[in-house]
T-cell receptor, first 113, second 112 residues
Framework: ETGVTQSPTHLIKTRGQQVTLRCSSQ?????VSWYQQALGQGPQFIFQ???????GRGNFPPRFSGLQFPNYSSELNVNALELDDSALYLC????????????FGPGTRLTVT | AQTVTQSQPEMSVQEAETVTLSCTYD???????LFWYKQPPSRQMILVIR??????QNATENRFSVNFQKAAKSFSLKISDSQLGDTAMYFC?????????FGTGTRLQVTL
């Protein structure tokens, strides 16, 4: 059974650029959630995708967007990057929504300069 | 809206001893779930224990147990017989089917 994987591991971008982060969910999981974890903080919920539809969103601006594909893998896109977007981005998959056990990936460390 | 508060930024416990991590939460939802997740240094977040809010019985998983006080909106984690491998950040979280809110975490250090 393959766990949750994320790519890339690390990324450096310049303010104003756009970035795409990728997540492969655990086999059989139909729900993917994305979180932003700033240094020394707990993860902040960005949004959740269930069967290719957005199914919940946290307090993040529209420049944070996502996709879920038929194989349940997912992308997180961030436009017009700001310095405060520097963080660890975590992807988690589950068999149902966020009320179920979520399996987390190792994260993508994004640095915006 | 949901908020989760962990008032202990750091805690330390000796190996084989018992430690309790505190968590309080607030939610307007009637159907919600509570979790403790563990994030070891440079490793992936993993679930420690899960509690359905509609269940009065406290959840237990081996050395880990919770004290769920629904009226007080309190959800503490007790770790018995602490082991060196328990050293990690511990996050309390409150969620519905479509959203999960985490606290700021408690850094637990298990010492010899």
């Amino acid at each position: 059974e393959t766990g949750v994987t994320q790519s890339p591991t690390h990324l450096i971008k310049t303010r104003g650029q756009q970035v795409t982060l990728r997540c492969s969910s655990q086999s059989g999981h139909n729900t993917v959630s994305w979180y932003q974890q700033a240094l020394g903080q707990g993860p902040q919920f960005i949004f959740q995708y269930y069967r290719e539809e957005e199914n919940g969103r946290g307090n993040f601006p529209p420049r944070f967007s996502g996709l879920q594909f038929p194989n349940y893998s997912s992308e997180l896109n961030v436009n017009a990057l700001e310095l405060d977007d520097s963080a660890l981005y975590l992807c988690a998959s589950s068999l149902g929504g966020a009320s179920y056990e979520q399996y987390f990936g190792p994260g993508t460390r994004l640095t915006v300069t | 809206a949901q908020t989760v508060t962990q008032s202990q930024p750091e805690m330390s416990v000796q190996e084989a001893e018992t430690v309790t991590l505190s968590c309080t939460y607030d939610t307007s939802e009637s159907n919600y779930y509570l979790f403790w997740y563990k994030q070891p240094p440079s490793r992936q977040m993993i679930l420690v224990i899960r509690q359905e809010a509609y269940k009065q019985q406290n959840a237990t998983e081996n050395r880990f147990s919770v004290n769920f006080q629904k009226a007080a909106k309190s959800f503490s984690l007790k770790i018995s017989d602490s082991q060196l491998g328990d050293t990690a950040m511990y996050f309390c979280a409150c969620g519905t089917a479509s959203k999960l809110t985490f606290g700021t975490g408690t850094r637990l250090q298990v010492t010899l």
